[in-house]
Every structure is written in C-alpha cells, then in structure tokens.
C-alpha cells in the first residue's frame, strides 16, 4: 500500500519559512518522480514543485521560483519542500504526491493527506 504522510505545516507571518517533509513507503521511492501540489479553500488543486529520480531535475511553478525548494533523500525515503519568504497567496493545504509530465501539465497518481499552510499578512 502507498503511503505519503505529510508534516511540517503551520502558521507562519508573511516573509517566514516552513520545512515541509513527506515520508514516503509502499512502493519503490527511488524510482519515482516526486511532487508537491497545494489546495486553498475554492480553488483547483495546483502543481508547485517536482524532483525526478536520477538526475535530481527541479521544477517549479513561476509563482514560487526563488522562494521554494524541494529535495529529496532516497536513502530516507522522503522528500521536502523548503518554503522562504512565504506570502498569504501561498495560504493552502500542501499536497505530497507520486508525479508524472504530460506536455507542460504535472499530475498527481498516488496522494498524502495534507498538512496545512497558513501565511498571515
């Protein structure tokens, strides 16, 4: 059984950080592109940053470009995603997810539960 469980979330002022991990087992985590999307109340969900296998390619969507990073540790099986100078836009709940590309679209096959992101102003 695939299991993704997400921690790190909080409330954090505009400008701060968070540290999200997702711990991930049930399948093989070194051979499977890992993602992170988010959920704000009303909206879709979106795509906000993957990291392949082998090459340790970064993707990221435009409106997280030179604040988010994600990572990945195989040997631990887990993958973060590193948020500075956060911004109340980015207020939602974050999503880890087994990832896959098609075209310019990122979708998400295998989900966690979420952990919850509140940035106020």
């Known amino acids: 059984q695939v299991q993704l469980v997400e921690s790190g979330g909080g409330l954090v002022q505009a400008g701060g950080s968070l540290r999200l991990s997702c711990a991930a087992s049930?399948?093989?985590?070194?051979?499977?592109?890992m993602g992170w999307f988010r959920q704000a109340p009303g909206k879709d969900r979106e795509f906000v940053a993957a990291?392949?296998?082998?090459?340790?390619?970064?993707y990221y969507t435009d409106s997280v470009k030179g604040r988010f990073t994600i990572a990945r540790d195989n040997a631990k099986k887990t993958v973060y995603l590193q948020m500075n100078s956060l911004k109340p836009e980015d207020t939602a709940v974050y999503y880890c997810?087994?990832?896959?590309?098609?075209?310019?679209?990122?979708?998400?096959?295998?989900w966690g539960q979420g952990t919850q992101v509140t940035v106020s102003s």
């Open positions: 997810a087994i990832t896959r590309q098609r075209n310019t679209h990122w979708w998400g096959d295998y």
């Open positions: 990291v392949t296998v082998s090459t340790f390619s970064t």
């Open positions: 049930g399948f093989t985590f070194n051979t499977a592109t």
